[in-house]
């Protein structure tokens, strides 16, 4: 190929400037007010908690159609353990 060395050279430089800049140093975080952390944290857990409700939730729908559509009949209550005498 009869190409300039300079055209040879620009996709080397342009992997070195991404790999920079990608690797550039990032200032530090601002810090947090100990109140809005808290306040965060406990919207985060909220949050967590509805979230764990509503996968049981779905969960337990998910059940309830595999029996429906399998025929599985739920048990009416647990056998009794035995008695000792």
Not at 8 to 33: E, T
């Amino acid at each position: 190929m009869n190409a300039p060395k300079f055209w040879k050279i620009v996709p080397a430089l342009l992997v070195a400037c991404v790999v920079g800049v990608a690797y550039a140093k990032l200032p530090p975080a601002p810090p947090v007010d100990p109140a809005k952390a808290e306040e965060a944290k406990k919207k985060a857990a909220d949050v967590a908690k509805k979230d764990a409700d509503d996968l049981a939730k779905a969960q337990d729908r998910a059940v309830e159609r595999y029996k429906r559509e399998k025929g599985i009949k739920a048990a009416a209550s647990a056998p009794e353990p035995m008695k000792k005498k």
